[in-house]
Structure formats: structure tokens, C-alpha cells
């Protein structure tokens, strides 16, 4: 079983940027790839990023400038956003794919956070 906790989200200023972490606890987090999905208020998760166990990323690039990134010794993944837009809105969240693909689909992610809000004002 992994534990995935969130957190780093919180009220900002349109163009403005937050970091946002997950840590994980059990498991063998260096071999998992990491994601970052968010959901907006009625609407469905998306997927915003993923990297691999090796440091390799995939991102929807519509969203961000967004960057992934992982620490392997602290077991923690981080989304640094910028350039935020009161349609990056969300509850974002951190998810774990034990198989160590690098996928953007949610169903592939064996393990998930509770979430972290992030509420962009204009």
C-alpha cells in the first residue's frame, strides 16, 4: 500500500505561481512513475503530468507552464506551476503508476492523493 499526501496549494493571484509536493510512504517510490491530474468544479480529471522512475516527463502541454519534477531520496514529487490563469483552478492531484509506465491515463495509476486545492483569482 502507498500513502500519497499533497500539499503546497492555496489562494493566488492570476500570473502568479505555487509548488505544489507529494509524498509518498510505502511501496518502492523510485520505481513508480508520478502523476499530477487536476479537477476543476464540475468537470472531469485531467491529466497535467507524469515522470518515470529514470526523470523522463510527459505533460499536456495546453496547461502551464508547468514543470514535474521528483526526489527520489525525500519520496516526493513536485508540480511547480506558474503563469497561473483562474482556469487552472482546481484540486490537484498526485497518483502513483506501480508499473513505472509513463501514461496520462488516470486508470493506468494504481494509487492516489487526496488532493490539493489551488484557487487562481483574476
Known amino acids: 500500500q502507498v500513502n500519497l499526501v499533497e500539499s503546497g496549494g492555496g489562494l493566488v493571484q492570476a500570473g502568479g505561481s505555487l509548488r505544489l509536493s507529494c509524498a509518498a510512504a510505502?511501496?518502492?517510490?523510485?520505481?513508480?512513475?508520478m502523476g499530477w491530474f487536476r479537477q476543476a468544479p464540475g468537470k472531469e480529471r485531467e491529466f497535467v503530468a507524469a515522470?518515470?522512475?529514470?526523470?523522463?516527463t510527459i505533460y499536456d502541454f495546453v496547461k502551464g507552464p508547468f514543470t514535474i519534477s521528483r526526489d527520489n531520496a525525500k519520496n516526493t514529487v513536485y508540480l511547480q506551476l506558474k503563469s497561473l490563469k483562474p482556469e487552472d483552478t482546481a484540486v490537484y492531484y498526485c497518483?502513483?503508476?506501480?508499473?513505472?509506465?509513463?501514461?496520462?491515463?488516470?486508470?493506468?495509476?494504481?494509487?492516489w492523493g487526496q488532493g490539493t486545492q489551488v484557487i487562481v483569482s483574476s
Open positions: 510505502g511501496g518502492t517510490f523510485s520505481s513508480y512513475t
Open positions: 497518483a502513483a503508476n506501480s508499473r513505472g509506465l509513463l501514461e496520462r491515463s488516470g486508470v493506468s495509476y494504481d494509487y
Open positions: 515522470v518515470n522512475w529514470f526523470g523522463d
